[in-house]
């Protein structure tokens, strides 16, 4: 039975996800057993699961390419930089989390379990390389979202959140996997890496194959949250607890790009050379998602123009950011996907930055409206100060973190040529527009007048704040290790598309 | 490809003229006698009682779900347990039987969990955990 031999050669690669779920449960019965300082333990005990987690993570490189569990994973540095970026991620919700006060005291233990959960779900959502289990992992991530989203729901607006959200999910699932049949009638295969050659073999209609992808693009546009189907991320936003919004806008975000580019990478595409790839069958869907890319951008930055509450405006900021990714996702070379992970990695610092500084003052400000921010860098200057390094960098000014990133993407666009240089017009005058909002709220901070009194920002904030400051300024001044270990996780279609 | 969906339409096909015809033959032989009680609704004999349309106690779906993950427990236990003696024969069965370990446990933890929240208790008790 080769089947079991390979699942039990498979357990030793697929260590981050056994630590996760065994901490996971750990910390469910802990919070069972125990009655005295419930939080506070699983809090600690969330923090020793994800830093062993990393640690057996970085013992998986020097990775190989192979698949797992009878193809069902695939486990290469590609997916190994997404554990990593979604442990780390998660680090800083875990870590930001005690000095707050979304969570009710009975329901920490839940919430930090809940915690580790998703980040096992978007682990599995990295290696995922078969149909059946990117839907699984996708609804793991997806349901665990909805629970934290709505994880205040003696609140209407968490309660109204985490309804939505479902609603939303279970109709693009729904079509995604209506797709996902369609491929698999189509070529007869769930596994990604057998379906190029599934797809020359057959001489698939191109419409069918067309409506498939079109499907499937709706599942997965709807976890990076890209326009259209980009209608609960506001609502979900605002509604769910702050530090949720903040790993919502990250991690599930990253997954839905790591996913997206293994299976259009994978599935869709065949090689053409070293780091070049051409759509199967001559579909074009490289168009398809640089006309998502470009309304996605525009929607999200026209709309945040209007916004008032700080969290919706980071909503549309972050749809806007789902469009810019994108642009590196059509060129179809290795060029594009460098800049892709790049940016997410300095997208991640920036935006959990921001995120940061709205929980820190949260609690003395005891508002997270943009009127309440007035006169803020008199009150309290430091965090004003981060938000402002923060915002100025997600607009994307040198010498920033945020410049670096843009300036890989539309280097990439204008390097692949006249084809997509209306992409990187779209792309710079979306800049121009979203430097509006950001510096409003700057604005706002340091200009405008506000009421007095000193505000104090726990000091805990205060570290995790500064942690996540120095990356985003020394990024944009040296990025030559991080560009280093992402171009080593470019490596992922390899050998196992041969 | 084309002659397995084919497959698919003729079943469907098949389905609604069986259910038409056998429906319109009963129709043509069957006397036809209506009484009060024969046209109320049916409703396990009982006398029915007020609309559908009403609100339940949504505690019934969480007994359901807890009901419904020992349901999948047994849907895998049964297959295992037919294939173990395979398995042990094949020096497999030390592997086979953690796996199904570790499973029932993970479930495990999941009834210690309702069980201590005290979601298996129908009038749920105020909650301290």
Redesign the interface.
């Known amino acids: ?1 080769p089947v ?1 031999t390979d699942n ?1 050669a498979s357990l030793g690669y697929a260590t981050p996800e056994l630590v996760l779920a065994g901490f996971f ?1 750990f910390i ?2 802990a ?2 057993v125990f009655t005295r300082n419930r939080g506070q333990m699983a809090c600690t005990l969330a923090i020793l699961g994800l830093a062993m987690t990393l640690l057996v993570t970085l013992r998986l490189y020097p990775a190989g390419e192979r698949l797992l569990f009878a193809k069902m994973m695939a486990i290469d540095p590609f997916a190994l930089f997404f554990k990593i970026f979604f442990v780390g991620s998660t680090a800083v919700i875990v870590l930001l989390s005690p000095a707050t006060a979304y969570i009710p005291r ?1 329901r920490q233990g839940e919430y930090y379990a809940f915690l580790l959960a998703i980040t096992l779900g978007m682990s599995l959502l990295a290696s995922a390389a078969d149909l059946v289990m990117i839907v699984l992992a996708l609804e793991m991530v997806s349901v665990t979202s909805y629970l934290l989203a709505g994880f205040m729901k003696e609140q209407a607006a968490s309660a109204e959140a985490a309804l939505k959200y479902a609603i939303y999910g279970a109709v693009a699932t729904g079509t995604m996997v209506y797709g996902m049949s369609l491929l698999y ?1 189509i070529t ?1 295969t769930t596994n990604l890496y057998e379906m190029p050659q599934a797809i020359a073999r ?1 001489g698939a209609a191109p419409l069918a194959l067309f409506v498939a992808v079109l499907l499937v693009l709706v599942g997965f546009g709807y976890k990076i949250a890209a326009v259209p189907f980009h209608m609960w991320a506001p609502d979900v936003y605002e509604g769910a607890p702050t530090p949720v919004t903040a790993l919502l806008s990250v991690g599930p975000k990253a997954a839905g790009f790591a996913v997206l580019i293994r299976f259009f990478y994978a599935a869709l595409a065949v090689p053409a050379g070293p780091g070049r790839w051409n759509p199967v069958a001559d579909i074009d869907w490289p168009l398809l998602v640089a006309v998502i890319s470009a309304v996605t951008m525009t929607v999200g930055n026209l709309i945040a123009i209007n916004q008032s509450n700080l969290k919706r405006l980071l909503a549309y900021s972050a749809i806007a950011h789902a469009g810019y990714i994108l642009m590196g996702f059509v060129l179809l070379n290795g060029q594009g996907l460098y800049a892709m992970l790049f940016y997410l990695i300095v997208y991640a610092f920036m935006n959990l930055g921001a995120f940061l500084v709205v929980i820190a003052l949260a609690g003395p400000l005891r508002s997270e409206e943009l009127k309440d921010y007035a006169g803020l860098a008199s009150r309290t200057a430091f965090p004003a100060v981060a938000m402002a390094v923060f915002l100025f960098s997600l607009t994307g000014i040198p010498p920033l973190a945020g410049f670096v990133g843009k300036f890989y993407l539309f280097a990439a666009l204008i390097e692949a040529g006249r084809a997509w240089l209306w992409l990187a017009v779209v792309g710079v005058l979306n800049s121009v527009i979203s430097l509006y909002y950001y510096a409003r709220i700057v604005k706002a901070m340091f200009l405008e007048k506000g009421p007095s009194g000193r505000l104090t920002v726990a000091s805990a904030h205060q570290v995790l704040i500064a942690a996540l400051l120095i990356p985003t300024v020394l990024l944009g001044i040296y990025w030559a290790p991080v560009a280093r270990f992402t171009d080593y996780s470019l490596r992922l279609l390899g050998p196992l598309a041969r | 490809m084309v002659t397995e969906f084919a497959g698919v339409l003729v079943f469907i096909i098949v389905g609604i003229l069986f259910l038409a015809i056998s429906l319109l033959l009963a129709r043509l032989f069957r006397p036809h006698h209506p009484t009060p009680a024969k046209l109320s609704t049916y409703e396990c004999g009982e006398q029915p009682v007020g609309q559908a349309w009403i609100r339940f106690n949504n505690r019934f779906y969480l007994i359901a779900l807890v009901f419904i993950i020992f349901d999948v427990e047994i849907m895998f236990l049964y297959p295992w347990g037919a294939a173990f003696r395979e398995l042990v024969a094949k020096n497999l069965g030390l592997y086979a039987f953690i796996d199904m370990v570790v499973f029932i446990g993970i479930l495990l933890v999941g009834l210690a969990y309702v069980w201590r929240k005290g979601d298996l208790a129908w009038i749920k008790p105020q909650q301290r955990f």
């Open positions: 039975m079991i039990i449960l469910l019965l919070d069972l009975t009638g007869g057959g």
